[in-house]
């Protein structure tokens, strides 16, 4: 029998740091990247409420690179 893959909020965002950090650095998309794994830290770190449009914010930045990467 199969576990619930439900992931909570901070799981994802810590799923999402690793993946953001991974975009090249000659990717136009990583000053945006990097931007987005600052404020997902911070927002972590103090519990703020923006956390699931940073992670709305950050999924579609991967989208965008993993696109730009298979041009």
Not at 1 to 11: H, K, P, R, V
Not at 24 to 39: F, I, N
Not at 45 to 58: I, K, M, R, V
Request: with cysteine.
């Amino acid at each position: 029998m199969m576990e619930d893959q439900a992931y909570s909020n901070e799981q994802l965002a810590r799923l999402l740091l690793e993946r953001l950090e991974h975009i090249s650095a000659d990717s136009v998309l990583a000053h945006k990247a990097s931007g987005v794994r600052g404020a997902l830290i911070r927002c972590l770190e103090t519990e703020d409420g923006a956390l699931s449009e940073l992670l709305e914010h950050g999924f579609s930045i991967l989208e965008a690179a993993a696109k730009e990467r298979s041009k």
